[in-house]
């Protein structure tokens, strides 16, 4: 599976981007999907993550609110719907497949293993501008 994450822009305080992650070979039954982010200077971090078969939506607690993911299976496609955003979301965008499908927190916030993280497509660059 090959995954080509697209979307990213310069857009104002305040504003939207929906990003995509195109996955050739289609999604996985087993896998989650998530979207993960790195900013300059900054780890790479968890932004959100869909389960397997259309399963549960997690997120990071920075993102909680602000951003959207869903999934068109028809187009084995993910989408990540970020509304509000400000500076801080400013990165790197990338999507992965997760094997241990969406791990998260006590809190229910969607964390970051990197070793259960594969098929890493390359990374579409979002700037929020104030």
């Known amino acids: 599976v090959q995954l080509q994450a697209s979307g990213g822009g310069l857009v104002q305080t305040g504003g939207s981007l929906r990003l995509s992650c195109a996955a050739s070979?289609?999604?996985?039954?087993?896998?989650?999907m998530g979207w993960f982010r790195q900013a300059p200077g900054k780890e790479r971090e968890a932004v959100s993550c869909?389960?397997?078969?259309?399963?549960?939506?997690y997120y990071a607690e920075s993102v909680k609110g602000r951003f959207t993911i869903f999934k068109d299976n028809s187009k084995s496609t993910v989408y990540l719907q970020m509304n509000s955003l400000n500076a801080e979301d400013t990165a790197i965008y990338y999507c992965?497949?997760?094997?241990?499908?969406?791990?998260?927190?006590?809190?229910?916030?969607?964390?970051?293993?990197?070793?259960?993280?594969?098929?890493w497509g390359k990374g579409t660059q979002v700037t929020v501008s104030s």
């Open positions: 992965a497949r997760d094997s241990f499908n969406c791990p998260y927190d006590y809190n229910g916030n969607y964390i970051y293993m990197e070793r259960g993280l594969n098929s």
């Open positions: 070979g289609g999604t996985s039954s087993t896998y989650g």
């Open positions: 869909i389960a397997s078969n259309d399963g549960p939506t």
